[in-house]
T-cell receptor, first 115, second 110 residues
Framework: ETGVTQSPTHLIKTRGQQVTLRCSSQSGHNTVSWYQQALGQGPQFIFQYYREEENGRGNFPPRFSGLQFPNYSSELNVNALELDDSALYLC??????????????FGEGSRLTVL | EDKVVQSPLSLVVHEGDTVTLNCSYEVTNFRSLLWYKQEKKAPTFLFMLTSSGIEKKSGRLSSILDKKELFSILNITATQTGDSAVYLCAVLYNTDKLIFGTGTRLQVFP
């Protein structure tokens, strides 16, 4: 148990739809990162939020957007879903990163299937 | 382009065998290298390596980093069926952003 919770755990959407995934970070953590893990691949960095502001973004199109709330929970939104968006979406929380050397605590993930 | 490469991609062994997993990297602004074990969904943290040549151990697992040659190895001795998982290597850059390799899938049979 890492104290990071994600919802929903599984969901199925069709192409063109929109999806919102949610993440509650571990208590006291102010940084949330989102990763996409396609089948048979390692996780890929989508973006990170630190104290409600985006703090870095990976190579993902603008239809991937996010939000962090004052309680440091976070949402990942994906618009105009494509088949290739099918993946496990992992949320990871940390406390500002540098001080603790970057140990991230991962949630169990949300598995998205796009038909 | 920053990259992390793991080998082998897949490994099948019998209980009691010793395995070595490899991870090489080319990442600017390198801070640390981390190993994770992923059994079903959430990767679980194993080791973080920052300095060259210092072995980290946890039970039957150990790992070491070579910052000159830009690689790390993860050793598992006396493997057990419970070690079956995907082992992910990741490099921490900037603050707390990670670049992952594709992972090594380890299967341990009785």
């Amino acid at each position: 148990e890492t104290g990071v919770t994600q919802s929903p755990t599984h969901l199925i959407k069709t192409r063109g739809q929109q999806v919102t995934l949610r993440c509650s970070s571990q208590s006291g953590h102010n940084t949330v990162s989102w990763y996409q893990q396609a089948l048979g691949q390692g996780p890929q960095f989508i973006f990170q939020y630190y104290r409600e502001e985006e703090n870095g973004r990976g190579n993902f199109p603008p239809r991937f957007s996010g939000l962090q709330f004052p309680n440091y929970s976070s949402e990942l939104n994906v618009n105009a879903l494509e088949l290739d968006d099918s993946a496990l979406y992992l949320c990871a929380s940390s406390l500002g990163g540098v001080k603790v050397g970057g140990e991230l605590f991962f949630g169990e993930g949300s598995r998205l299937t796009v038909l | 382009e920053d990259k992390v490469v793991q080998s082998p991609l897949s490994l099948v062994v019998h209980e009691g065998d010793t395995v070595t997993l490899n991870c090489s990297y080319e990442v600017t602004n390198f801070r640390s290298l981390l190993w994770y074990k992923q059994e079903k969904k959430a990767p679980t943290f194993l080791f973080m390596l920052t300095s060259s040549g210092i072995e980290k151990k946890s039970g039957r697992l150990s790992s070491i980093l070579d910052k000159k040659e830009l690689f790390s190895i993860l050793n598992i001795t006396a493997t057990q069926t419970g070690d079956s998982a995907v082992y992910l290597c990741a490099v921490l850059y900037n603050t707390d952003k990670l670049i992952f390799g594709t992972g090594t899938r380890l299967q341990v049979f009785p």
